[in-house]
């Protein structure tokens, strides 16, 4: 398993677009990607789920990627949120 954090910039937070950018980026890999905030999780793989985080900028937020090419969807991961948010 790997894990990391990262503190949301975007001024908007996570809200549509990047939520569905997001969610289209965790798909193409093998591996179970679960985001945290709060006290709560959701499927990185979901819309729904990751839009209810109700990330907002300045959010610290965990990112845990666990299987088949945990590493290099870590990795692919932590580049869109540096790059999207």
């Known amino acids: 398993m790997k894990e990391f954090q990262y503190i949301i910039k975007d001024e908007m937070g ?4 990047p ?3 997001l969610v289209k ?3 193409a890999f093998p591996c179970d ?3 945290a905030l709060n006290g709560r999780e959701a499927d990185a793989k979901r819309i729904m ?3 209810s985080l109700g990330a907002k900028r ?3 937020l ?3 990627t666990d299987g088949d090419r ?3 969807a870590a990795a692919a991961l932590l580049k869109f949120l540096e790059e999207n948010l």
């Not at 996570?14 to 677009?17: F, L, M, S």
């Open 14 to 17: 996570i809200h549509a677009r």
């Open 19 to 21: 939520a569905g950018e």
């Open 25 to 27: 980026a965790a798909s």
């Open 33 to 35: 990607i679960r985001l």
């Open 49 to 51: 789920a990751v839009m």
């Open 58 to 60: 300045g959010a610290e």
């Open 62 to 64: 965990t990112v845990r």
């Open 70 to 72: 945990e590493d290099e």
